[in-house]
């Protein structure tokens, strides 16, 4: 009992001091996993990997886009595409070949700015199949 309260007192005065010196203490969500993303519905792209979105309006694809989304991009992207501020607002990608290419290189290989990594690369984990199909989500979901 007595280190329990112990610990408790130490915890007090630790967050006493850290909020009257203005340090907020930040929780994080923890390590987090990319998920694979089942595609065998899907026709098979190969291994040159497209400039273009091959799936653009494919009901199938954006439905697994959609759980692909929803399950490796959201924590950052935000809910339904819609950011909170963390990563870019996908919404705002128009959908074409210019913007394509730009989508699948950014997911692959991820974003560094000075050293930090802005966004991890995907390549490893996801296959342009899910890639392009997220993006199909991703039209559904554009705004001007």
């Known amino acids: ?22 340090v907020i203490p930040v929780q994080a969500h923890g390590d987090v996993t990319p998920q694979a993303v089942d595609v065998s519905t899907l026709p098979v792209l ?7 979105n091959p799936y653009r309006g494919n009901a199938e694809a954006v439905r697994i886009g959609t759980s692909a989304y929803n399950q490796n991009c959201a924590r950052c992207h935000g809910l339904e595409a819609v950011s909170g501020g963390i990563a870019p607002d996908l919404r705002m990608l128009p959908p074409d070949a ?15 700015r000075n050293g930090a990594v ?18 199909s989500y991703l039209d559904t979901r554009h705004e001007e």
């Open 1 to 22: 009992m007595r280190a329990v309260t112990t610990t408790l007192k130490v915890s007090a005065v630790v967050g006493a001091m850290m909020a009257l010196s203005g």
């Open 46 to 52: 190969g291994e040159e990997t497209k400039k273009e």
């Open 98 to 112: 210019e913007t394509d290419e730009y989508f699948i290189n950014t997911v692959r290989h991820g974003r560094v």
């Open 118 to 135: 802005y966004m991890p690369p995907f390549e490893a984990v996801l296959q342009q199949e899910a890639i392009w199909a997220i993006r």
